[in-house]
């Protein structure tokens, strides 16, 4: 069969090779070409070198008896969509080899023949033109490969999750060949990785492209906008602020200024203390806030400017002051790991005196886990009426909040 295949194409040439050490006189620490050794078809091409390709990769996959992978991550998906692309849209009559290299930090797959789409739609999606149709069919029939254009955007989707560089695809006109090259690099310097992480902690692997974006650029010019991130994302600008409010609630930015004017710096790592903007976003006043709140409200309607900016000086003051209290009254608290149950009964009473404050705003003050204060703390002392909620009808509302009973004390009971 080989060698038929050999005589309808004598220039046919499959080359696959491994580079994983890092001594330049190694040209190679494993090679699989046509040796006489194996039937070299495609298919058996295709399924010597997938199973080298993510032999490897530190997220596992499994096998169905039919060793077909079941559970595969994007990158698993992305290495075999750039696999069968390589094979399928390759020029088999050319003089010229196909020929891919796995290196410890990337993956180069290189075929004879140049695009046969625009390089910005292949980046776009949603066109296809094979260059050996019957190929991609019979690569299909084995459930590999994608017809609607569309096998390119998981590469792009998979190498964006993990934050690596975007892949790069190249003609080389002079020669016919297209080369596209996924090299597993994060754009994100490894120091300045590390320090975001110290930042948010455990978290990191949730962040979204956009978080992590806007934190490396808050990184690196110390203090941005809305405006200047605009400058690097396509993302509309509410939801540029929307992300960004919620990495201030998160406690992984600080807000300075007021509408066109505000700035976000990056919180410095061991910072556990929330933000002035902060404390505001999750502090629900009490009573006499919301009575103010209206007064302010049918006040602003016939105020002068100077009275304006008046009240928001005082409001911005009141804000400090309030921030400053909470967090004096936290701090023996927020800066040890272990207290005594009447230590933290009695700390989360006073922050609770005289105010209703969130679960999230507490647990911030505190340095401690929503969960962790919800289950040790908040329900049993609500059970023995030292606590009270602000939507008691309401236990699962989403501004619930919790106020101290004045006269309680705390309890000795653990």
């Known amino acids: 069969m080989g060698s038929t295949l050999l005589d309808a194409l004598p220039n046919y040439q499959l080359d696959y090779r491994e580079k994983l050490s890092d001594n330049p006189e190694v040209r190679w620490t494993y090679r699989l070409t046509l040796d006489g050794k194996w039937e070299p078809n495609l298919f058996n091409f295709y399924y010597r070198v997938y199973g080298r390709l993510v032999s490897d990769l530190t997220v596992p996959f499994k096998l169905d008896k039919d060793a077909v992978r079941l559970g595969e991550t994007h990158i698993h998906e992305a290495l075999r969509e750039a696999l069968v692309n390589t094979l399928i849209h390759a020029d088999h009559l050319s003089t010229r080899p196909l020929w891919i290299l796995k290196q410890a930090d990337s993956f180069i797959f290189s075929n004879p023949g140049r695009l046969r789409v625009p390089i910005q739609q292949l980046y776009e999606g949603g066109v296809t033109d094979p260059r050996n149709p019957n190929l991609q069919k019979m690569f299909q029939m084995l459930g590999l490969g994608e017809k609607a254009g569309s096998g390119f955007q998981k590469i792009l989707r998979a190498w964006q999750e993990q934050q690596w560089l975007i892949p790069l695809v190249s003609e080389k006109l002079d020669l016919e060949l297209t080369t596209v090259f996924l ?43 809305n405006i200047d991130i605009q400058r690097y994302r396509k993302e509309h600008p509410r939801d540029i602020g929307d992300c960004l409010k919620r990495l201030v609630t998160n406690g992984y930015l600080e807000q300075s200024g007021r509408g ?89 009473l006073q922050l609770c005196t005289d105010r209703f404050l969130l679960l999230k705003a507490l647990a911030e003050l505190l340095n401690r886990s929503p969960d962790t204060l919800r289950t040790h703390y908040l329900n049993p002392m609500l059970q023995e009426r030292s606590l009270e909620l602000k939507y008691p009808e309401q236990p699962s509302h989403p501004q619930q909040a919790y106020k101290a009973i004045l006269g309680t004390q705390p309890s000795h009971q653990e």
């Open 183 to 225: 090299p597993m690099i994060s754009f994100i310097p490894e120091d300045i990785e590390t320090e975001l992480k110290e930042v948010v902690g455990s978290n990191y692997s949730e962040l979204t492209e956009l978080d992590r974006i806007i934190l490396v650029l808050t990184h690196e010019f110390g203090e941005v906008s």
């Open 260 to 348: 066109r004017w505000t700035h976000y710096k990056l919180l410095s790592p061991g910072i556990t203390e929330p933000s002035a903007s902060q404390l505001a976003l999750d502090y629900v006043d009490n009573e006499a806030s919301s009575e103010h709140n209206e007064t302010s409200s049918e006040h602003n309607e016939t105020s002068s400017e100077h009275s304006e900016a008046t009240s928001e000086h005082n409001e911005a003051t009141s804000e400090h002051s309030d921030r400053e209290l909470l967090l004096a009254i936290a701090a023996p608290i927020r800066q040890k790991k272990r207290v005594t149950p009447d230590q933290m009964r009695s700390t989360i």
